[in-house]
């Protein structure tokens, strides 16, 4: 689970620092003494925590735009092949 060295940084399993965490405790710390750094870290935060709506990359978005218009465009089923047994006689 999370581990914490004596300067109060929480470490996740892989031995890295949690980087939510890490600038969540710059932006408490920063606020009054470096509100630029503060503002830094709430919005690196932010896109950490809360992402974007509707946010797609752009190989979805192709792949999205051409099934669209596949199903514009489909290929119609070939014609249907009868015999007509009805005109030959035996004979």
């Known amino acids: 689970m999370d581990k914490t060295d004596v300067s109060g ?14 600038m969540g405790r710059i932006l408490v710390e920063n606020l009054i003494i470096d509100p630029k750094l503060a503002l830094d870290a709430a919005w690196r935060l932010a896109q950490f ?6 946010d797609a990359g752009k190989k979805s978005a192709k792949g999205d735009a051409a099934k669209k218009v596949a ?8 014609p249907r ?11």
């Open 71 to 78: 199903n514009r465009f489909a290929v119609p089923p070939p």
């Open 49 to 54: 925590t809360h992402h974007k709506k509707g």
């Open 9 to 22: 940084i929480d470490y996740m399993e892989d031995g890295l620092p949690d980087p939510v965490k890490a």
């Open 81 to 91: 092949l009868v015999v007509n047994n009805q005109n030959e006689e035996s004979g």
